[in-house]
């Protein structure tokens, strides 16, 4: 593991421009009390409210937290939650002026209740979503055009978080992948299942379910996933490597210039909570890892370390570098 802690120093001081559907993420915890006579649900008491950045504000913060300059770029509404969710990101250093209002169209919200039972963390009862899912307009488009011509030129890499909330239309992501190409910079995706759209990046992550739906057959062992990494790679056209994520079992990883792939595998993680996030907190280390230097199976395999600390919280976590360096060390077995 010695190797990978010599990355952990060279994920800071990149630049990355971060596009996609932004989100704010709220808690609402409270303690149970009694059952409802209205309903078989427990009836809580308030007792804290959390905000967080989620969506494709979540592999910004996460970058952040690693040392890195994340430059956000997403839409949010003209109301209250667009005003928290600045905030938030503030908080975290991150500079919210590529954040576009959109005043026909709310900012996303998902908020979860949360119940105290005596257990280590509350546990989630119930999550009500406010969003669209319909297209940006056309005005919109181009101001995001426009924010992303203006920073592209200044950044190590462009990562595109899909959270299918209308942001990134294929007319964009096309635009996107010319002007990466013409800037020379390293073009990443997570496409949360909708991979077409991303022919020609660098680097495009899937999770193992998403890669079934698009291969439409069923995929269990370690060769069926090698076999699906490499047809996916080829079916985009990818320049570098096609990442499945694969919760315990780690991540498979397609060469694509090499036509092979390997497989890393994940820490054994006996404290899992949460999943929440994690798979922001893989492309956002792949991204800086692979934009830093490191091979693509190094870059995983750092990616499934630092997943490996978000799952022992509840909701999105974004891990420090010592505590990536504390995760190779104790999951890892480094001297």
Same mark, same amino acid.
């Given at each position: 593991?010695?190797?990978?802690?010599?990355w952990?120093p060279?994920l800071?001081?990149l630049r990355?421009?971060v596009?996609g559907d932004?989100?704010?993420?709220?808690? &609402?915890?409270g303690k149970?009390?009694?059952? =409802?006579?209205?309903a078989?649900i427990?009836v809580l008491?308030?007792?804290?409210r959390?905000?967080i950045?989620?969506?494709?504000?979540?592999?910004?913060? #996460? *970058?952040?937290? &690693?040392?890195?300059?994340?430059?956000?770029?997403?839409? *949010?509404? =003209?109301?209250?939650?667009?005003t928290?969710l600045r905030q938030v990101?503030q908080?975290?250093g991150i500079d919210?002026?590529?954040?576009?209002?959109? =005043?026909g169209?709310?900012?996303?919200?998902?908020?979860?209740?949360m119940?105290?039972?005596?257990?280590r963390?509350?546990q989630q009862?119930?999550?009500?979503d406010?969003?669209s899912?319909?297209?940006i307009h056309?005005?919109v488009?181009?101001?995001?055009?426009? &924010? *992303?011509?203006?920073?592209?030129?200044?950044v #190590?890499?462009v990562?595109?978080s899909?959270?299918?909330?209308g942001l990134l239309?294929?007319s964009?992501?096309?635009?996107?992948?010319t002007?990466?190409a013409e800037a020379?910079?390293l073009l990443t995706?997570?496409a949360q299942?909708? %991979?077409d759209?991303? $022919?020609?990046?660098?680097?495009?992550?899937c999770?193992a379910d998403e890669a079934?739906?698009?291969?439409?057959?069923?995929l269990?062992t370690?060769?069926?996933?090698?076999?699906?990494?490499?047809?996916?790679g080829?079916? &985009?056209? %990818? $320049?570098g490597?096609?990442?499945?994520?694969?919760g315990?079992?780690?991540?498979?990883?397609?060469?694509?210039?090499? #036509?092979q792939?390997v497989?890393s595998?994940?820490p054994v993680?006996?404290d899992?909570?949460d $999943?929440v996030?994690a798979?922001d $907190?893989?492309?956002?280390?792949?991204?800086?890892a692979?934009a830093?230097?490191?091979?693509y199976?190094?870059?995983?395999?750092?990616? #499934?370390?630092?997943?490996g600390?978000?799952v022992?919280r509840?909701g999105?976590?974004t891990p420090?570098?010592d505590? %990536?360096?504390?995760?190779?060390?104790?999951w890892?077995?480094?001297?």
């Amino acid at each position: 593991m010695s190797s990978l802690n010599a990355w952990i120093p060279r994920l800071a001081g990149l630049r990355v421009l971060v596009v996609g559907d932004v989100i704010l993420d709220e808690y &609402l915890v409270g303690k149970t009390t009694r059952l =409802s006579r209205e309903a078989p649900i427990p009836v809580l008491e308030f007792e804290s409210r959390r905000m967080i950045p989620g969506g494709a504000a979540n592999p910004a913060a #996460n *970058i952040a937290a &690693l040392g890195s300059t994340p430059i956000q770029v997403g839409i *949010i509404g =003209s109301d209250s939650p667009g005003t928290n969710l600045r905030q938030v990101l503030q908080a975290q250093g991150i500079d919210t002026g590529g954040l576009v209002t959109d =005043s026909g169209r709310p900012t996303t919200v998902k908020t979860r209740i949360m119940a105290h039972m005596g257990l280590r963390f509350p546990q989630q009862v119930a999550r009500l979503d406010t969003l669209s899912r319909e297209p940006i307009h056309a005005g919109v488009e181009r101001q995001v055009r426009g &924010l *992303i011509d203006q920073h592209i030129r200044e950044v #190590n890499a462009v990562l595109l978080s899909d959270y299918h909330s209308g942001l990134l239309t294929p007319s964009l992501v096309n635009t996107i992948r010319t002007l990466a190409a013409e800037a020379g910079v390293l073009l990443t995706a997570d496409a949360q299942g909708d %991979l077409d759209k991303y $022919t020609g990046f660098g680097l495009v992550k899937c999770n193992a379910d998403e890669a079934r739906a698009y291969l439409r057959r069923d995929l269990d062992t370690p060769d069926d996933f090698a076999q699906a990494a490499l047809e996916i790679g080829a079916a &985009l056209q %990818l $320049t570098g490597g096609m990442v499945i994520t694969r919760g315990g079992d780690g991540a498979t990883v397609a060469l694509c210039a090499e #036509n092979q792939a390997v497989h890393s595998p994940a820490p054994v993680v006996s404290d899992v909570y949460d $999943t929440v996030g994690a798979g922001d $907190t893989a492309i956002a280390v792949l991204t800086l890892a692979v934009a830093a230097g490191a091979a693509y199976a190094e870059a995983a395999a750092l990616a #499934n370390y630092a997943s490996g600390l978000v799952v022992r919280r509840v909701g999105n976590y974004t891990p420090k570098p010592d505590e %990536l360096a504390w995760a190779l060390a104790t999951w890892g077995g480094e001297d």
